[in-house]
C-alpha cells in the first residue's frame, strides 16, 4: 500500500541544511497498525506529512497503492489527501464555532457531497464514537476526550485507506488516552490501517509494528507485544 525508497526531507535556514529525514526505506501494508515513534526532532512528524500528502520529499520515491506519486503537484496531492487519508492531531484541530456534526462533515463538504448524504454519515460517524447525544454540541461544551473522538469520526467518515494519527493522547488524561488508544484497537480489529505518530511507548504498544526514528533515519523497525 505505502512504499518508501531513500526518502529524505532538507530543509534549508540561511546558510545551514537541516537534514529532518535520511534516506528512508519502508513499506506499510493494507491493515497494518503501526506506531512511527521517535523523541522531539526525531523526524516522525515530518515522515506522517509526507505519507499523508501533506508535505513532499526533497528526493526519494513514494508509492501509494503502487502508482508513483512522488512528482504530484499541489492539487494531486491535495486530491489524494482527501480520498485516502483521515487525520487525527494532538490538538483535535476543530473549528469551534462549529457543532461536532458540522466538524465531522467538513471532508465531505471538500468531496463535494451533497447536504443530506453529509449529514447522515456525518452522525453515523459520531455515534460510532459514542457521541450521538453530543452531535449539537460545540468543542468548547466538550471534554477533550469528547473532542478526540470527534476528531477521529472526521477522520473516519470518507471511510479514507489510511488513519493518520499525530500523537492523538497528547492532550488527554492517561484515563482518556487509553479509551481513545481503544478506539483505535477497535478500528484496526475492523480492517482499517492505522498509522500512529508518538513518543510513548505506552501508546506505541497498542499497535503490532514499531518503527523507530532517530536523526531522522530508521533505527529499528519490530513486531510488538502487545498490551
Known sequence: MIRLENLSKIYSMGDNRVV?????????????????????????????????????????????????????NQNQLAEVRNKKFGFVFQGFNLLPKLTAVENVELPLVYAGVGAKKRREEAIRALEMMGLGKRIYHRPSELSGGQQQRVAIARALVNHPSVILADEPTGNLDSKSGMEIMEIFRELHSQGNTIILITHDINVARYAKRMITIRDGQIVSDEEVERR
Open 20 to 72: 529532518a529525514l535520511n534516506e528512508i526505506s519502508l513499506s506499510i501494508d493494507k491493515g497494518e497498525f503501526v506506531a512511527i515513534m521517535g523523541p522531539s526532532g526525531s523526524g516522525k512528524s515530518t515522515l506522517m506529512n509526507i505519507i499523508g500528502c501533506l508535505d513532499v520529499a526533497t528526493h526519494g520515491k513514494y508509492y501509494l497503492d503502487g502508482r508513483d506519486i512522488t512528482s504530484y
